[in-house]
């Protein structure tokens, strides 16, 4: 009888089989092979790698930059003094050129000025982008070597079984021996990371933000101002209360301050973004929700209080481009302290038409400018440092090789130290009325001689035709006759580059005697009253974020914010309210540069505008008048002077000398007159003229050097050659000018 089979009893077909040793070496296999693809992909990705470590190389390697750049500049500075030294070696064996020594003069200084910026410029802790640029090094190089590695490994493998075959396994041996404890090292459970980052100095972009903010826009294009977002007000902590700026040490916190202490204040800041921490304490960008950002510059004293900041520590800068953002400057120490000092400029080494430093920004940014046809107005109250900005200002003039820089003041000592190198230096009421006059019928005459010389609508400066800076300091302390004269040159003496720079503790009409503040192109206020804000840059400019009033004065003791400025009208600068420092060169570096330029030569009119002031009518208020039996009723005001009677007038002629007697160096002097004139030039290099006198008188000279030339003019009390300025390729060649010459005899 069969046996029954119970239902709940198993089918030996539904046994399942006893696992066997192969497939027990697969699923060891399989889990290793997990174990090491998780391994590799996590040190793939950075997984390994501490935060902290991160930003230490990501500092490590910008302080490494920056020693590089120094070690560069200190090459270049080495360089520079090579060069220098070869030219005077060259120079002192008679085949040198004065000219350029003094250019690569100014190269070292220049080089030399470049090193102390970067020697004195502290090196910030890195970004996110910085921080970020370091992990994705990393994370390159691993995959570099990766498959670097798998493919440097073939031709070994292969090398390994060749050997193999015959007969020499060793090769393979280490080769597998190598490989199988490579798998034992990878293959191991592997557990990821778990430990929370470190705090990064300057946290990464929220993931929040949209993606044009999260990365490099395309194409290379800028990031929009106030793009990277730190915090919003819809962020802030419940219940957070302000405090004070020196508590904040991250950007999230100097966020939470700003926008803390807004709140409180009633001011509708609403978004942080853009923060850096800098030397002189914390810049970020703000958004205001309704208004404009002039809620932030009415609330500045009490939001100074609520960071517990000095008087203007706040310093608010409206941005054009974004209406409702602006620039926040939160300071507590000397944003100018780093700021490098004026590069040297050698005499005759630059011309009027280009720009020159004479101050950094609070953001850092130089400040420079041209005076070409530029008239401007420098207002700043006593103590406020005008002679110091306009001694900047002449500092560069001076150095032009197609400039005169005048100097008037009927008060102070004007540009002082400089004064060695100014053309015309005027201090009476009748020198200062007599040169206004001068210079005013001269801009006439250059507006009818323009045509004639081919220059167009503008006059054109050069060695030849220089340009004139009357630089006029304590301008309210100047007779009515000399405001009016200096008013009509404002007018009128722009194109012929004929330019006035004026100087005063005010710009309101009470001391200018005339609404001209706003009409000047250039316009620079410092330490003033809020009054005078209103005057230079109108009516609404204080809620615009022109705050010069809000600076102090010196004191005897304390320079304070004496020299710094508030300007418009900066030739290829947008007029944006930006807080300037005017450098200020000590005194004995400007008597010294001031003795160079005054051996070097002063720059002299050009005959030709001298020459076309005879035909100008003169203003009919500087006129005598008559009665009607052509009596003088009223004498004339000031007198139109020739140059060398406003020259002797102004105590700037040469002192009177005897006539040479007769001799060879007084025929010397003659000759050399006679072949200039002969030539028509009004100057001829050193080689040059003695060429032209041996063909002009062969006996007399044949057989002379340039050294005994040289010797020669000296005895007849001619100097040693000077700088002349650019003749045919030659920027600036040395020799003698014809008028200089004439004086002489």
Known sequence: MATE??????????????????????????????????????????????????????????????????????????????????AKQQDEEGNGRSGNIAHLGGRVAAE???????????????????????????????????????????????????????????????????????????????????????????????????AAFQADLPGGAAPTVGGNVVMSVEQLPEGAKPFPLRSARTPDQLAQCVLLAARAEGVPIVEVSDVTRQP????????????????????????????????????????????????????????????????????????????????????????ELSLAGVMGLWVAASGGGKTGILQALAEGTTACYDNITIDLDPHGDGLEDLGDCVRITARTNEQIEAVLLFFLVMSKARARLRQKLGMGKKWKASAKHPAVTIFFDEFPKATDLAKKLAFELLLVGRKELIEVEIASQGG??????????????????????????????????VNEGYLPHKLSPATDTDPKDAGHIYLQGVPGRPDEPIEYAIHETPSATLRKLAEERLEAGLVEPD???????????????????????????KDAPVELLSWEQLLRLCNAQPAER????????????????????????????????????????????????????????????????????????????????????????
Request: charged letters at 25%.
């Open 607 to 633: 005959q030709e505008s001298l020459d076309a002031m005879r035909s100008v009518d003169l203003p009919e208020y500087v006129e005598a008048t008559y009665d009607n039996d052509g009596n003088v009723k």
């Open 5 to 86: 089979v119970q239902p709940d009893e198993k089918q030996p077909t539904d046994i399942t089989p006893e696992p066997t040793r192969t497939d027990h070496a697969k699923a060891a296999f399989a889990v290793q092979c997990g174990h090491v693809g998780a391994r590799v992909k996590d040190w793939l990705a950075g997984g390994d790698l501490d935060h902290v470590d991160i930003i230490q190389h990501a500092t490590e390697r910008k302080q490494r930059k920056h020693n590089d750049k120094i070690a560069q500049q200190n090459r270049l500075v080495a360089e520079a003094h090579g060069h220098l030294y070869s």
């Open 280 to 367: 002189w304490g914390w810049q970020c960008v703000v958004r205001v929700s309704e208004g404009t950002p002039e809620a932030i510059i009415t609330k500045s004293g009490d939001l100074e209080t609520k960071f517990d900041l000095a008087t203007n520590g706040v310093r608010p800068q409206p941005i054009r481009a974004r209406r409702a953002c602006a620039i926040l400057r939160l300071v507590d120490g000397d944003p100018f302290a780093t700021a490098p000092g004026l590069p040297y400029r050698a005499p005759k080494s630059m011309s009027i038409t280009d720009k020159f430093r004479i101050g950094t920004s609070v953001g850092g940014d130089p400040l």
């Open 658 to 745: 005897a006539p040479l007697e007769d001799g060879a160096a007084r025929q010397a002097v003659e000759d050399s007159v006679a072949v200039m004139e002969k030539a028509t030039v009004d100057r001829m290099k050193t080689e040059t003229l003695l060429a032209a006198l041996q063909e002009y008188d062969a006996d007399a000279y044949g057989e002379m050097t340039v050294d005994e030339f040289k010797a020669l003019m000296k005895k007849a009390e001619a100097g040693a050659p000077i700088t002349l300025g650019q003749i045919g390729e030659e920027q600036n060649p040395r020799g003698f000018k014809r008028d200089r010459l004439r004086h002489l005899l």
């Open 508 to 541: 309101q009409k009470g001391y200018l005697g005339e609404n001209f503040a706003q009409m000047v192109a250039l316009k620079a206020v410092g330490p003033c009253k809020v009054g005078d804000t209103r005057a230079v840059f109108g009516d609404g400019s």
């Open 112 to 210: 030399e000025s470049k090193l102390a910026a970067l020697q004195n410029t502290l090196v910030l802790p890195p970004t996110d982008r910085e921080i970020a640029n370091v992990r994705h090094a990393k994370k390159a190089g691993r995959a570099a070597l990766l498959a670097g590695g798998g493919l440097a490994s073939l031709p070994l493998l292969g090398t390994a079984i060749e050997q193999a075959a015959h007969g020499q396994p060793l090769i393979l041996g280490v080769v597998a021996a190598g490989a199988s404890w490579g798998w034992y090292v990878i293959s191991r459970p592997f557990v990821g990371r778990n430990g929370t980052e470190g705090q990064a100095p300057f946290p990464l972009a929220p993931v929040s933000l949209p």
